[in-house]
């Protein structure tokens, strides 16, 4: 008996022709699996066309788009028990990227097709459901920075173009972390709050290994003195993360915790999964095991801390719960 599942694609996501791009997927997948093909539209969102497969017992639902339509349809899908299929057709591709899932249509429709999964975490960040990670300062402004029409003509590039610009206007902030047994205040250019992370946001590599089954959240603080301190901070990030090694910097701070509520002052841009949300305070709480998602690998590491070498900084030690 084949399988069956909803397969949401958005025919608007990236660069390649989107009517080749469903051909192709369902050369694919059709031998094995029975789709029911719903094209995401302005009045019909990914989000929405999965719940719609949820109200209908859909025995899977598969995405194909970009990070919005991936991430918008997986939040759907948190917690309903419904195995979830990710092909990537967008221009940063983190999503998949963040959970070992290969980029191209083939690749991906062959993870489907294995039928192995993996049940992950995922969290809520201000209500808002998060699969990935959400940023604020200098990557928000970055990815603000970052419109539809550099994306449609240089791809990923966009976000490096936007990057490089904006650390010509990078100012630190005072910050504030709480989590459910201490307070940490110090200064910062970039705070990332991540549930999983792909190697290219490099921002999110404070222990080098984010990972998406742990019940916790990776916080990574960035507090250089000045544009030339900043770049040396990505690019030790970059290298530590590439060897797997947590990093070392006076200006780079990190801990996990399975909750955190960020407080800055002034307030600062938030960016959640690639999408601009408003601007902080932030309260993100991990969902452990709240996604089952067919990925193949397995990621392992030990949980790390290091908030020594940030400037003025203050631990306060906090018993109650928030």
């Given at each position: 008996?084949?399988?069956?599942?909803?397969?949401?694609?958005?025919?608007?996501?990236?660069?390649?022709?989107?009517?080749?791009?469903?051909?192709?997927?369902?050369?694919?997948?059709?031998?094995?699996?029975?789709?029911?093909?719903?094209?995401?539209?302005?009045?019909?969102?990914?989000?929405?066309?999965?719940?719609?497969?949820?109200?209908?017992?859909?025995?899977?639902?598969?995405?194909?788009?970009?990070?919005?339509?991936?991430?918008?349809a997986a939040t759907?899908?948190?917690?309903?028990?419904?195995?979830?299929?990710?092909?990537?057709?967008?221009?940063?591709?983190?999503?998949?990227?963040?959970?070992?899932?290969?980029?191209?249509?083939?690749?991906?429709?062959?993870?489907?097709?294995?039928?192995?999964?993996?049940?992950?975490?995922?969290?809520?960040?201000?209500?808002?459901?998060?699969?990935?990670?959400?940023?604020?300062?200098?990557?928000?402004?970055?990815?603000?920075?970052?419109?539809?029409?550099?994306?449609?003509?240089?791809?990923?590039?966009?976000?490096?173009?936007?990057g490089l610009q904006?650390?010509?206007?990078?100012?630190?902030?005072?910050?504030?972390?709480?989590?459910?047994?201490?307070?940490?205040?110090?200064?910062?250019?970039?705070?990332?709050?991540?549930?999983?992370?792909?190697?290219?946001?490099?921002?999110?590599?404070?222990?080098?290994?984010?990972?998406?089954?742990?019940?916790?959240?990776?916080?990574?603080?960035?507090?250089?003195?000045?544009?030339?301190?900043?770049?040396?901070?990505?690019?030790?990030?970059?290298?530590?993360?590439?060897?797997?090694?947590?990093?070392?910097?006076?200006?780079?701070?990190?801990?996990?915790?399975?909750?955190?509520?960020?407080?800055?002052?002034?307030?600062?841009?938030?960016?959640?999964?690639?999408?601009?949300?408003?601007?902080?305070?932030?309260?993100?709480?991990?969902?452990?095991?709240?996604?089952?998602?067919?990925?193949?690998?397995?990621?392992?590491?030990?949980?790390?801390?290091?908030?020594?070498?940030?400037?003025?900084?203050?631990?306060?030690?906090?018993?109650?719960?928030?």
């Amino acid at each position: 008996m084949k399988r069956s599942a909803c397969l949401i694609f958005n025919p608007a996501a990236g660069q390649g022709n989107p009517d080749q791009d469903l051909a192709r997927i369902r050369a694919l997948l059709e031998p094995e699996i029975d789709l029911d093909i719903q094209l995401t539209s302005k009045e019909q969102g990914a989000g929405q066309l999965a719940k719609q497969a949820i109200a209908r017992s859909a025995s899977a639902i598969i995405a194909s788009g970009g990070d919005g339509t991936l991430s918008s349809a997986a939040t759907a899908v948190v917690n309903s028990g419904i195995p979830f299929g990710v092909i990537s057709r967008g221009t940063a591709n983190a999503f998949a990227s963040a959970l070992d899932i290969p980029n191209s249509i083939d690749a991906a429709c062959a993870t489907i097709l294995e039928g192995h999964t993996r049940t992950v975490d995922t969290a809520f960040c201000n209500g808002r459901p998060m699969v990935l990670l959400a940023g604020i300062g200098f990557e928000a402004e970055a990815v603000a920075r970052a419109d539809r029409r550099a994306k449609n003509r240089f791809g990923v590039l966009a976000y490096i173009l936007a990057g490089l610009q904006q650390l010509r206007q990078m100012k630190s902030f005072s910050v504030e972390i709480e989590t459910p047994d201490k307070i940490v205040k110090t200064r910062a250019a970039a705070v990332t709050i991540a549930n999983a992370a792909p190697p290219t946001s490099v921002l999110a590599q404070g222990t080098a290994a984010v990972l998406v089954d742990d019940g916790l959240l990776d916080l990574t603080v960035v507090a250089p003195s000045n544009i030339a301190g900043a770049i040396a901070a990505v690019y030790h990030l970059f290298q530590t993360a590439t060897a797997g090694d947590p990093a070392a910097r006076d200006d780079i701070g990190y801990l996990r915790s399975h909750q955190f509520k960020v407080t800055t002052r002034p307030a600062q841009r938030v960016v959640l999964d690639g999408e601009m949300i408003g601007t902080t305070p932030v309260e993100i709480r991990c969902l452990p095991q709240s996604l089952e998602i067919f990925v193949p690998g397995h990621d392992d590491a030990q949980s790390t801390e290091k908030l020594e070498g940030l400037p003025n900084l203050v631990i306060e030690s906090k018993r109650d719960q928030f």
